[in-house]
């Protein structure tokens, strides 16, 4: 598991992904008091390893993210998430930084995001 951080000012989001031989995964988003903000059904793939020219993928994931507000959650909101991300290696290449060849693949990546909102009213979604 490991962690990179994302920082907004004030704030600083952490992302939780995983390296395996197979695959680089995204588990959750998480603030700085370590409380998660986002944590998926299931791991969302990013990367299928290895990648080459010509790979294509469409991994599918969700979540639900809830925010409660008021006494007994009277105000409360849940937001409910689907994503699917097209994902082409399209090239590759050398790119030279500073004089230094690094071998780089292109990616495109196309992100289909659903999301649906449920009020908390009555004691009933």
């Not at 939780?16 to 791991?43: E, H, K, Q, R, W």
């Not at 010509?54 to 909101?77: A, L």
Request: aromatic share 12%.
């Amino acid at each position: 598991q490991s962690v990179q951080t994302t920082d907004f000012g004030n704030d600083t989001l952490f992302s939780l992904m995983n390296l395996t031989t197979d695959a680089l995964t995204l588990s959750a988003y998480a603030a700085a008091d370590g409380s998660i903000f986002v944590a998926y059904d299931t791991p969302k793939l990013l990367y299928p390893l290895p990648l080459t020219y010509g790979n294509q993928y469409t991994p599918s994931t969700g979540y639900t993210f809830q925010t409660v507000v008021g006494e007994g959650g009277t105000d409360s909101v849940r937001s409910v998430v689907t994503e699917e991300t097209q994902t082409l290696v399209s090239g590759w290449g050398t790119l030279n930084i500073n004089g230094i060849p690094f071998e780089c693949l292109l990616l495109r990546n196309t992100l289909i995001r659903s999301d649906s909102s449920f009020t908390y009213t009555d004691g009933s979604w």
